[in-house]
């Protein structure tokens, strides 16, 4: 079943504007994952963050994990317009491996 | 390219028609699955693999069947088209290595079915 949810369900900011998007998951984790979609097209993969680590940066992404919280946030610093997108959480919650989607985040950024 | 590949792209089905959803990857990966997406609903899992001959079923199996005969290919076949199979469904691959060791999906660009 869906594990990850994200919050807000969306989000619109301006260019240049820091977006923080928020997931919360259930049970134990080994990794838990962002994922961008764009409209009409499949998901594209952002960042991995396991279990054991707490801060992940990659470009203007930054992603932090509390397991005691059983959450995570994605930080998308400095946004652009081709920033706009839903995105995803996933984790590992129930198999280890097979990844549950949350519903996702509707980010819009405007010039 | 090296990536996912579904085809087809779009598809209309009546009601009690069958069908396969074809998923191809070039990239060796070990693990693969099928998800739909509602609106509102996210991405659910439907079937994966995590090797030929393996295939376990994921939150919505009914309805879906899957065989992986080979690396490379994934199909889904739909067995009896209900219009509530109406969904976009999207093919992923990673590599797997064991129960928790996480490797970030590559996605088709998925198959936007309507059966009606």
């Known amino acids: 079943s869906q594990q990850g949810e994200e919050d807000p369900q969306a989000l619109s900011i301006q260019e240049g504007e820091n977006a923080t998007m928020n997931c919360s998951y259930k049970?134990?984790?080994?990794?838990l994952q962002w994922y961008r979609q764009n409209s009409g097209r499949g998901l594209v993969h952002l960042i991995l963050?396991?279990?054991?680590?707490r801060e992940k940066h990659s470009g203007r992404l930054r992603v932090t994990l509390d397991t005691s919280k059983k959450s995570s946030s994605l930080l998308i610093t400095a946004s652009r317009a081709a920033d706009t997108a839903s995105y995803f959480c996933a984790t590992d919650e129930n198999s280890g491996y097979a990844l549950n989607f949350g519903k996702g985040t509707s980010l819009l950024v405007t010039p | 390219n090296a990536g996912v590949t579904q085809t087809p792209k779009f598809q209309v089905l009546k009601t009690g028609q069958s069908m396969t959803l074809q998923c191809a990857q070039d990239m060796n990966h070990e693990y693969m699955s099928w998800y739909r997406q509602d609106p509102g609903m996210g991405l659910r899992l439907i079937h994966y693999s995590v090797g030929a001959g393996i295939t376990d079923q994921g939150e919505v199996p009914n309805g879906y069947n899957v065989s992986r005969s080979t690396t490379e290919d994934f199909p889904l076949r739909l067995l009896s088209a209900a219009p509530s199979q109406t969904s976009v469904y999207f093919c992923?691959?990673?590599?797997?290595?064991?129960?928790?060791?996480?490797?970030?999906?590559?996605f088709g660009s998925g198959t936007r079915l309507t059966v009606v």
């Open positions: 963050i396991r279990s054991n680590e």
């Open positions: 992923a691959s990673s590599y797997y290595r064991g129960r928790g060791i996480g490797y970030g999906y590559t």
């Open positions: 049970t134990s984790i080994n990794n």
